[in-house]
């Protein structure tokens, strides 16, 4: 079994900074790509950013120059750095593992852009 674990969303107000950790955790023998995605109200869940096992990264074209992602392959955990929050940047985020051929997802931190 694999747990994914999220934690640092929160009420941010606009321009404002969260950085949203990841850690993985039970039988894992090595993830390839770690992600985040995030779904908001009546929308389809979407990716935000991915990172390899080797470090390349890409990023959904909404949050370029703006998020980070980074991953320690050692903690099997990984971060997102949000900056320059916009309101519609609100939505539920989830952390995504991919181990073999196996999707594994948390259960979703949310993180609400608002004044």
């Known amino acids: 079994q694999v747990q994914l674990v999220e934690s640092g969303g929160g009420l941010v107000q606009p321009g404002g900074s969260l950085r949203l950790s990841c850690a993985a955790s039970?039988?894992?023998?090595?993830?390839?790509?770690m992600g985040w995605y995030r779904q908001a109200p009546g929308k389809e869940r979407e990716l935000v950013a991915l990172i390899t096992m080797i470090g390349l990264t890409n990023y959904a074209d909404s949050v370029k120059g703006r998020f980070t992602i980074s991953r320690d392959n050692a903690k099997n955990t990984v971060w997102l750095q949000m900056n320059s929050l916009k309101p519609e940047d609100t939505s539920v985020y989830y952390c995504?593992?991919?181990?073999?051929?196996?999707?594994?997802w948390g259960k979703g931190t949310l993180v609400d852009v608002s004044s």
């Open positions: 039970g039988s894992i023998s090595s993830i390839s790509n």
């Open positions: 995504n593992a991919r181990i073999g051929t196996t999707n594994y």
